[in-house]
């Protein structure tokens, strides 16, 4: 998958996706565990969370989020979220996380972690970061060229979507952005802060499978 540069509004990367998903297990966008309290019953399931919250929000501007969660038995379902900062109000009922950061909320919140439970099993989102500006925000576009091969040469028939990973360190992306369909070749993220941005991409196909990193594209958002 290919990420290169046309400009418009939104500053534009292009990334080469690698040659397709052979064996690597998908990595997963949220992780399950056990609650404390013993052995849970072999018909409970554990219930699933899952959602893409936004990661930067300008001062004096409203913040929301809120995460899709369902149980398969249809147990009633609690939220929790640890890290969360000072400013933003969470929902133990529904998940959601919002609020309106001040000029003195300015700066990054790491590690937040919105949790969902059905009494006897948690399952967490990836934990996130919250980056408050005081300036305005941009946006980048990522364009690509969809994958045509698998790892081992045979043609890919099975592509299912894409993720997009991105951060500020390469090596280091700890946002990320679910694309569940294969007919997509571009992607604008928006409310960036003004920095230096390193992206990555995977390919998906339908067994959940995901390809190893693209090469990293690097830019800087204005």
């Known amino acids: 998958m290919k990420i290169g540069k046309h400009r418009k509004s939104a500053t534009t990367v292009m990334i080469l996706l690698a040659a397709l998903l052979g064996g690597c297990l998908a990595k997963e966008n949220a992780s399950i565990v056990r609650s404390a309290d013993g052995d849970t019953p072999a018909q409970n399931n554990p219930p699933t969370i899952s959602g893409s919250p936004q990661t930067a929000v300008m001062a004096e501007n409203d913040y929301d989020f809120a995460p899709t969660a369902s149980d398969p038995d249809g147990d009633d379902l609690m939220f929790s979220a640890a890290n969360l900062p000072a400013w933003a109000s969470f929902s133990t009922s529904t998940g959601r996380v919002s609020g309106r950061p001040s000029l003195a909320d300015v700066g990054v919140f790491e590690n937040i972690v919105i949790s969902v439970s059905d009494g006897e099993y948690a399952t967490s989102l ?6 408050v500006s005081q300036t305005a925000l941009g946006s980048l576009e990522v364009s690509w060229t969809p994958p045509t091969e698998n790892t081992d040469g045979t043609t890919l028939t099975d592509l299912a979507g894409y993720r997009i990973y991105y951060g500020l360190a390469e090596g280091n992306y ?26 990555v991409a995977t390919a998906i196909n339908t067994a959940g499978l995901e390809s190893s990193f693209s090469n990293v594209a690097i830019e800087t958002v204005q």
């Open 126 to 131: 990836s934990g996130f970061s919250i980056t």
């Open 174 to 199: 700890p946002n990320q952005i679910s694309i569940d369909t294969a007919g997509i070749a571009s992607y604008v993220i928006e409310n960036l802060v003004p920095d230096t941005y390193y992206v």
